[in-house]
């Protein structure tokens, strides 16, 4: 059975920086694309970073784009997102997972994420 563990999230101030981390397993980490979603308050989920199995393709959101950087290293099963110039509207809980997302009978499956919180 799959698991996603993320952290790394915070509250932080207009300008600032995180970097969050999430360690999977129970899959075949390195064959899969991952990527980073988001939900913020009453939004839907969406996908705002994505890299390929081996790390040489991301592809971004255009609302993080220049400012979020995704990284995997693949021998600790860990998929990494640098977020810099962090403003209000990037508060949401963040989620990593496959592209697409695992799924248990026929669910999409998740972690339990982790809050980021951009203060102005």
């Known amino acids: 059975q799959v698991q996603l563990v993320e952290s790394g999230g915070g509250l932080v101030q207009a300008g600032g920086s995180l970097r969050l981390s999430c360690v999977a397993s129970?899959?075949?980490?390195?064959?899969?694309?991952f990527g980073w979603y988001r939900q913020a308050p009453g939004k839907q989920r969406e996908l705002v970073a994505r890299?390929?199995?081996?790390?040489?393709?991301?592809n971004y959101a255009d609302s993080v784009k220049g400012r979020f950087t995704i990284s995997r290293e693949n021998t600790k099963n860990t998929v990494y997102l640098q977020m810099n110039s962090l403003q209000p509207e990037d508060t949401a809980n963040y989620y990593c997972?496959?592209?697409?997302?695992?799924?248990?009978?026929?669910?999409?499956?998740w972690g339990e994420g982790t809050l980021v919180t951009g203060s102005s």
């Open positions: 129970g899959t075949t980490f390195t064959f899969k694309p």
């Open positions: 997972n496959a592209d697409p997302p695992f799924r248990v009978d026929g669910v999409d499956s």
């Open positions: 890299i390929t199995p081996r790390g040489g393709g991301q």
